[in-house]
């Protein structure tokens, strides 16, 4: 099976501007969720979506959005830049076929620099 | 929020000897998991605990999971070069959905050849 795939891998913005990142997850796994990984902060959960749903939600500002397609693909935007986005944004995907104990699978990240 | 913290925050070895890393939590969990990342690269996902668990064995790793103390550690065993890498304890709470884990801060062990 095809592992997590997040595109693109890097990506240069400006203060201001908006992006949106991609995440396809493993085939068959309709959950896929969103983590910031900066320095200071470490590892932080965005958000979950299941079946186009938002399921959970972490503590960020309103400028950071997602959705997820019916084909369980997902994006995440940030709209209005500012140089603390900058960060390794990862996605992950698990099943939830077999019960509660699921692990997840990364992807490779996208580097977001924000100049 | 971090759920708690790992320790040692970083952690230098030779190739053979033995790495402990621990982490301590604050919640109710469900599981923990440990993941592995090399050089700000994406998370490799080693072992997965579940709370009624105490001890895992993967290989050259094993866990170990103490509720009562809500603390893990993570043993490698006759360490490589190519261990070196950050390491994250991650866990499920109880109540959260599948999808949302919280991190530790990590481990940074560098195996030297």
């Known amino acids: 099976k095809a592992g997590v795939t997040q595109t693109p891998r890097y990506l240069i913005k400006t203060r201001g501007q908006q992006v949106t990142l991609s995440c396809s997850p493993i085939?068959?796994?309709?959950?896929v969720s969103w983590y910031q990984q900066t320095p200071g902060q470490g590892l932080q959960f965005l958000f979950e979506y299941f079946s186009e749903t938002q399921r959970n939600k972490g503590n960020f500002p309103g400028r950071f959005s997602g959705r997820q397609f019916s084909n369980s693909r997902s994006e995440m935007n940030v709209s209005t830049l500012e140089l603390g986005d900058s960060a390794l944004y990862l996605c992950?995907?698990?099943?939830?076929?077999?019960?509660?104990?699921?692990?997840?699978?990364f992807g490779p990240g996208t580097r977001l620099t924000v100049l | 929020s971090q759920q708690g913290e790992e320790d040692p925050q970083a952690l230098s070895i030779q190739e053979g000897e033995n790495a402990t890393m621990n982490c301590s939590y604050k919640?109710?969990?469900?599981?923990l998991q440990w993941y592995r990342q090399n050089s700000g690269r994406g998370l490799v996902h080693l072992i997965l605990?579940?709370?009624?668990?105490r001890e895992k064995h993967s290989g050259r790793l094993r866990v170990t999971l103490d509720t009562s103390k809500k603390s893990s550690s993570l043993l490698i065993t006759a360490s490589r070069a190519a261990d070196t890498a950050s390491y994250f304890c991650a866990t499920r709470e109880d109540g959260t959905s599948y999808g949302k884990l919280t991190f530790g801060q990590g481990t940074i062990l560098t195996v030297h050849p």
């Open positions: 992950a995907s698990t099943t939830t076929a077999t019960g509660i104990y699921n692990e997840q699978f």
């Open positions: 085939s068959g796994h309709r959950s």
């Open positions: 919640t109710s969990i469900n599981n």
């Open positions: 605990i579940r709370s009624n668990e």
